[in-house]
C-alpha cells in the first residue's frame, strides 16, 4: 500500500495542488529547464547592475523623454517576456502554463492583468505613464508567477547575483565618493546633473540607490539565512557606508530606525536564551570600543559631509511635500475621479515649485490618473504584497516595513521604476523560507 501510495504521488507534480484540467497541466516542481533557469538569473543580474546611465553609453534612452517609445522598456523586462514565452513554448500547453502559474499566485496575475488593462486605458486617454505600467507593474508581477515553480538551483544562484551586484555596487559608489568621479552618473535625455555629485554606482540615480540598499541591509539583518553572521555583519558595515555617499536621508533614518530596533529585541532574546560565546562577546567589546574612533576618522575626512549637507539643504525636497497638496484646492472632485486636465496640472506644478515632481506615489497617481485609477492599482499592489509576503519566512515584516516607508518618500511606483522588481527579488531569494529550501535540496538529492 505504500509502494503504491507513493507511486501515485510521483504521478503527480510535487508542490502542485488544485484540481481538474488546471492541476493536470501544471508544471512539476523545481523542473525548469537550462534555458529558463539560466535566464530568470539573467533578468536579476540585469536587473541590478544595468541602469539607465549605462544604457545611455550605448545608445539606449531608457530614463530621457525623448526618443524611441521602446527603449522606455527596461532590458531585463524584455528578456523576462522573452523567457515567459519560451518557457510557455517548451512546456508544450502556453494557455496551460499560464493558467498554472496564475493558479499558483493568482494576485500576480491578477495585478498583471489590472495593469495592461489600465496601460491600454493610459494609451487610449493619452496620458502619461505608458512605459511605468510595464516596467513598474507587469515585471514583478510575472516575475513572481515565472519563480511559482520553485526551482532551488535557480533560486541559489539569484541569491548569489544579488550579493555580488549589490556588494560592487556598495564598492563601486565608495570609489565614486574616494575619487569624486561618478563612473555611471545619472542622465535625462543625455543631460548630466553636474550639481549632484552624489554616487551613482550601478543603480543609477542616488535615490534609486539608497532604497535599494536600505531594503538590503533590512534583508541582511532579518534574513540571508544562508550566509553566516561575521558574513552578514561585514556586508551590512559595506552597505551603510554605501548609504551614507548616497545621500539619502529617509532611506538613512528608516535603516538605523527600523535595524536598531530589530537589533535590541533580537538582542534581548539571545541574553535570555543564555546562549553567550565569549569570543563573540570580546569582538563586540572591541568593535563598541573601536567605534567612536571610526567615527571620529570618518567626520575629519568628510566622509559624512555629503549627508549632513542633505539634512541642511534639502533643494526644497521637504516643502515639496507640503505644496504638493495645494494642488487639490483647484480641481473639482469630479476631475479627481477621473484624472484631471495633465496641461493644467503640469502648470500648477510649476507655479507650485514642484519641478523635481511629486515626492508621493499617491498623490500623484490621483493627480494624473485619477482617484479609481489610483484605486485599483492600490488594491492590486496590496493583495501582490500579501502575496509575495506570504512565500517568505516570518522576518519579512523589517524589510516589508521598511519598503512601505521608502515608497512613499518619492514618486516610486507613480512613475517608470524597477524599485519593486527588485523588492520581490530580495524578498523571495533572501527570505525563502527553510522548509522550501529543504524541499529543494530533497528533490536535488532525489
Same mark, same amino acid.
Given at each position: ?5 507513493? /507511486?501515485?504521488?510521483?504521478? +503527480?507534480?510535487?508542490?502542485? #495542488? ?5 492541476? /493536470? ?24 547592475? @544595468? ?11 531608457? *530614463? ?36 498554472? @502559474? ?36 507587469? /515585471? ?19 541569491? +548569489? ?16 565618493? #574616494? ?9 535625462? *535625455? ?28 533590512? !534583508? ?35 535603516? @538605523? ?26 569582538? !563586540? ?10 567615527? /571620529? ?7 559624512? *559631509? #555629503? ?8 533643494? %526644497? ?23 484631471? *486636465?495633465?496641461?493644467? @496640472? ?93 524541499? %529543494? ?6
Amino acid at each position: 500500500m505504500a509502494a503504491m501510495r507513493g /507511486a501515485a504521488r510521483s504521478a +503527480t507534480p510535487a508542490g502542485w #495542488a488544485g484540481q481538474g484540467q488546471v492541476a /493536470a497541466t501544471r508544471p512539476a516542481g523545481n523542473s525548469l529547464d537550462w534555458v529558463t533557469g539560466y535566464g530568470l538569473v539573467a533578468v536579476v543580474a540585469l536587473l541590478f547592475s @544595468i541602469s539607465g546611465g549605462m544604457l545611455w553609453l550605448v545608445g539606449y534612452n531608457y *530614463d530621457g523623454l525623448t526618443g524611441n517609445p521602446a527603449t522606455k522598456i527596461h532590458p531585463s523586462t524584455y528578456l523576462l517576456v522573452l523567457m515567459f514565452a519560451w518557457r510557455a513554448c517548451t512546456f508544450g500547453n502556453p494557455v496551460g502554463y499560464t493558467l498554472a @502559474i496564475a493558479d499558483r499566485r493568482p494576485a500576480s496575475a491578477l495585478l498583471a492583468v489590472m495593469s495592461i488593462m489600465l496601460l491600454v486605458v493610459v494609451i487610449v486617454r493619452q496620458r502619461p505613464g505608458m512605459a511605468g505600467m510595464i516596467d513598474t507593474f507587469v /515585471a514583478p508581477a510575472l516575475l513572481v508567477m515565472m519563480l511559482a515553480e520553485d526551482d532551488e538551483r535557480t533560486f541559489a544562484r539569484m541569491r +548569489t547575483v544579488v550579493h555580488a551586484v549589490m556588494t560592487a555596487n556598495a564598492l563601486l559608489a565608495l570609489f565614486e565618493f #574616494a575619487t569624486k568621479t561618478l563612473v555611471f552618473p545619472y542622465r535625462l *535625455d543625455g543631460e548630466v546633473f553636474m550639481n549632484d555629485l552624489r554616487s551613482t554606482a550601478l543603480q543609477g540615480h542616488p535615490l534609486s540607490n539608497a532604497t535599494i540598499t536600505a531594503i538590503y541591509v533590512l !534583508a541582511l539583518l532579518s534574513g540571508s539565512r544562508s550566509l553566516s553572521m561575521p558574513m552578514r555583519l561585514g556586508l551590512v558595515g559595506l552597505q551603510c557606508s554605501a548609504l551614507v555617499v548616497f545621500g539619502g536621508r529617509s532611506a538613512m533614518v528608516t535603516t @538605523i530606525a527600523l535595524g536598531g530596533i530589530y537589533l535590541l529585541f533580537s538582542g534581548v532574546v539571545y541574553l535570555r536564551r543564555g546562549r553567550i560565546s565569549l569570543p563573540g562577546a570580546a569582538l !563586540a567589546v572591541v568593535l563598541c570600543s573601536l567605534l567612536p574612533v571610526v567615527l /571620529a576618522m570618518l567626520f575629519s575626512y568628510g566622509f559624512f *559631509d #555629503a549627508l549632513l549637507e542633505r539634512f541642511v539643504s534639502d533643494s %526644497g525636497s521637504a516643502n515639496a511635500r507640503v505644496e504638493m497638496f495645494e494642488l487639490f484646492k483647484h480641481f473639482e472632485l469630479r476631475d479627481l475621479i477621473v484624472g484631471p *486636465d495633465i496641461d493644467l @496640472i503640469e502648470s500648477l506644478r510649476r507655479i507650485n515649485g514642484l519641478e523635481q515632481g511629486i515626492e508621493n506615489p499617491i498623490i500623484r497617481l490621483v493627480l494624473y490618473q485619477g482617484a479609481f485609477f489610483t484605486l485599483l492599482l492600490f488594491l492590486g499592489f496590496v493583495l501582490f504584497m500579501h502575496e509575495v509576503a506570504r512565500r517568505c519566512h516570518p522576518g519579512i515584516w523589517l524589510t516589508m516595513l521598511g519598503w512601505l516607508i521608502l515608497l512613499n518618500t518619492s514618486e516610486s511606483l507613480a512613475s517608470k521604476t524597477t524599485l519593486m522588481t527588485k523588492f520581490v527579488v530580495i524578498a523571495l531569494v533572501l527570505y525563502r523560507p527553510a522548509r522550501a529550501m529543504g524541499r %529543494g535540496v530533497q528533490r536535488l538529492q532525489g
